[in-house]
């Protein structure tokens, strides 16, 4: 077919706009920058992926994209593939995970791909990469399945020569020569490679007297971090695999500011559960400056990333709550108040009675979403602040 392309003089050109976004998009980066603090160059390629398959413009034959994410322990890597997968599902688990720390032999492949015909047992052994588990998550509206390769470092080489076929014609023959199609696929691979470095520069080396900040910011430390993680990356892998990679992208150590951010959304999650959960005795609860200033303090780590503010949000906010909420001594629709008291060095928990009034300032609220509830949180209570006395909504918490 011939297409020609005519103008008039009457007809004007007119210049478009190539970096304008489409709603749809424009709020899938959003509830991304949402969920995933402090990575907005690898929450920005993530987008237009998903832009080019929503513009029905993916390479035929190829996954719609092959990213391979470098960077320290903690910084979000395998965190931003639960939450496409919870934006786009509605799910954090929906999509593929390979956990390749259980692939270190080349005979495990087995797994992922079956036996072929002939071994011992080749009917009981049930690949992972099935035409089945890839099409499982689709919907009417999305067809498009994320798979994440997680510590692709860990893995024998066999499962580097298995990927080559994957990531260059969306292809993958299993044991029994059944075919399986990758072209609707986002295929994801994680590595800690140059992560260490990373995190000793970060630390104060390496860049001479310059402050923190000056390090974090400055194109010289943005150019070291991108080189180091690509550079080890290269040394591992071989040149065939890295050049079926469409993008490298490096996660770089998390900031302060960004723990401090990661912080909110975790303790936002923990009141999720509390709302979701099957018990009766829902609750609402609010940490204090004091309480989140030393939640910060006891899970802050450098050299860890984001994971040890999880587990101390468990040990001193989910663990106490679940006793005083088996001891009877937090009851539906109270509202907790989480405290911190300098003299103990520990949390300390304050109860409003059900239908008490709560003495607060103008109350800025933060909003919890919930399948099962959804209510106002007040972010203060200092009686002293103000007269007018506020009575926490209690009547809008729904219980199923």
Known sequence: MEIQATS?????????????????????????????????????????????????????GRPIGNLLFLGPTGSGKTRLVEAAAEVLF??????????????????????????????????????????EALDRFHTDQMKLTLVLFDEIEKAS??????LLGILDKATLT??????????????????????????????????????AQQKYDSPETDDFVY???????KRKFSPEFMNRIDKVIVFRPLKAEHLSKILDIELSYVQQRILNSQSDNKFVFHCSEAAREFLLKEGTDPQYGAR??????????VFPLANLTATKQIGLGDFIK?????????????????????????????????????????T????????????FPYSKLKVQ
Not at 101 to 129: D, N, W
Not at 384 to 391: D, I, L, N, Q, T
């Open 8 to 60: 008039s003089p009457t007809n004007q050109l007119s210049e478009l706009n190539p970096d304008l976004r489409s709603v749809q998009i424009q709020d899938f980066e959003d509830k991304l920058q949402d969920r995933v603090v402090g990575q907005g160059r690898a929450v920005r390629r993530m987008s237009d992926l998903f832009q080019i398959y929503q513009a029905g413009m993916t390479v035929p």
């Open 90 to 131: 509605g799910d954090s688990n929906a999509y593929v995970k390979i956990d390749c720390g259980e692939f270190q032999h080349s005979h495990e492949i087995a797994k992922l791909v079956g036996s072929p015909p002939g071994y011992l047992g080749h009917r009981e052994t049930q690949p992972a990469l099935t035409q």
């Open 174 to 211: 299993l044991g029994d020569n059944r075919r399986v199609d990758f072209s609707k696929c986002i295929i994801v691979m994680t590595s800690n490679l140059g992560g260490g470095e990373i995190s000793r520069m970060m630390m104060g080396t390496g860049l001479g007297f310059a402050t």
């Open 308 to 317: 040890p503010l999880k587990r101390t949000i468990e040990r001193h906010i």
């Open 380 to 391: 203060t209570a200092d009686a002293a602040a103000e007269e007018k006395p506020y009575v």
């Open 227 to 233: 080189r180091t993680a690509l550079d080890s990356a």
């Open 157 to 162: 080489d066999s499962l580097w020569k298995l």
């Open 338 to 378: 989480v405290d911190y008291r300098s003299h103990s060095n520990r949390l300390v928990f304050l109860k409003a009675r059900e239908g008490a009034i709560i003495h607060a300032p103008a109350v800025q609220t933060v909003s919890v979403e919930s399948t099962a509830a959804q209510v106002a949180v007040p």
